[in-house]
């Protein structure tokens, strides 16, 4: 099964795994209108940079379909792209991916949803392409030997359209035989790390051990990881990426200890458009997720909270970053 998928029988619809439930429930969504899949993409049901460009361009397909069938004017479509386009503020590949499709819609909704389907097919090759040079590159730089990578969030199959991006590079390594043990970051406050890359690593039968996001740092300094890999969300021309919450202190954290970081990401998470991390807007998410856990309230009654569900790691602190094109290694003045 696919992350996410368009069903073309009946009335057409997006079936997507609901990434809520992961890993206890595995349920299917079938998604019938675009303010469903907004819906799903604000609740994380949908989640992941590349997984949300596929998210988008299936929407417009959607939205052709529907305005076809209920005879949208012009201005309802404009209105529902709109919103489609801006449901999750943070991630370049959402947009991205409803503009590379848009212009299809004067063809009609089946050209939409080749384009869309071409999409989803690219961000696939684009997994194993960056798999093969993250693998390469790392063992070129750490040499070759059984590896220990720390890895933020969830970058896997569920939030792309194959095997994934920084866990595509660990999957590949898997595969050649290089990998010691994966140590994946939790991923607070919704347990990214915990609900769905563990899910995806025991699936793959890689050995893996959770931290706390917060046990990242010393795990660092005590000299447990070779290298960390991480995806981006959004990446600056001066290679500042946004990453996860959590994943700047994770840079830092490398850097002082001298262990390299990478970043993995197809290229249509660089938005070439901004000169710097400064310019990427960043999410900020309801109170609820850190003064509740699994809807249970931990905190005071009313308490407030600071929470970003992004944060920019800057360019001095990544070793490389990694695409399906090539390995981008980023120093002062460097322009990616
Ligand atoms: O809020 P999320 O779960 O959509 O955040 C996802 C991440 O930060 C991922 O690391 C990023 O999108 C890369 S996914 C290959």
């Not at 798999?131 to 750490?142: E, I, N, P, R, V």
């Not at 010691?180 to 991923?187: I, L, M, R």
């Not at 447990?224 to 995806?231: E, H, Q, R, S």
Request: charged content about 20%; some cysteine; glycine content about 10%.
């Amino acid at each position: 099964m696919r992350t996410i998928d368009f069903l073309e029988q009946g009335d057409g619809a997006i079936t997507l795994i609901d990434q809520r439930l992961l890993p206890h429930e595995k349920k299917i969504l079938t998604i019938k209108t675009h303010q469903e899949l907004i819906e799903a993409i604000q609740t994380l049901a949908v989640r992941g940079a590349p997984a949300l460009g596929v998210a988008g361009a299936l929407g417009v397909a959607l939205i052709a379909l529907r305005s076809q069938q209920q005879g949208w004017s012009q201005v309802e479509i404009d209105s529902a792209i709109s919103a489609l386009r801006a449901a999750r503020p943070t991630a370049v590949n959402l947009a991205w991916g409803v503009d590379q499709v848009t212009p299809e819609l004067v063809n009609g909704p089946s050209s939409v949803l080749k384009s869309a389907l071409a999409i989803s097919r690219a961000d696939g090759l684009a997994n194993r392409a960056m798999g093969k040079l993250g693998a390469a590159y790392l063992l070129d730089k750490c040499g070759e030997r059984k590896l220990r990578i720390l890895t933020h969030c969830n970058t896997g199959s569920l939030a792309t359209s194959d095997w994934g991006t920084a866990l595509g590079v660990i999957r590949e390594l898997s595969e050649q035989g290089y990998i010691e043990e994966v140590f994946a970051d939790e991923t607070r406050p919704l347990l990214q790390g915990s609900r769905l890359t563990a899910w995806e690593l025991s699936e793959a039968g890689i050995k893996y051990r959770i931290l706390p996001d917060g046990a990242a740092a010393s795990a660092l300094f005590s000299g447990l990881i070779d290298a960390v890999l991480i995806g981006a969300d959004r990446i600056a021309r001066n290679g500042d990426s946004a990453n996860k919450i959590g994943s700047l202190g994770v840079a830092v954290a490398a850097k002082e200890s001298g262990i390299p970081f990478l970043v993995v990401a197809p290229e249509s998470t660089i938005d070439r458009s901004l000169a710097s991390g400064a310019e990427i807007e960043i999410e900020f998410r309801a109170d609820s997720e850190v003064t509740h856990f699994a809807g249970n309230a931990v905190a005071p009654l009313g308490a407030k909270s600071y929470n970003p569900a992004f944060d920019v790691t800057l360019a001095r602190y990544i070793t490389a970053i990694v695409t399906e094109k090539c390995v981008y290694n980023l120093g002062a003045g460097v322009e990616i």
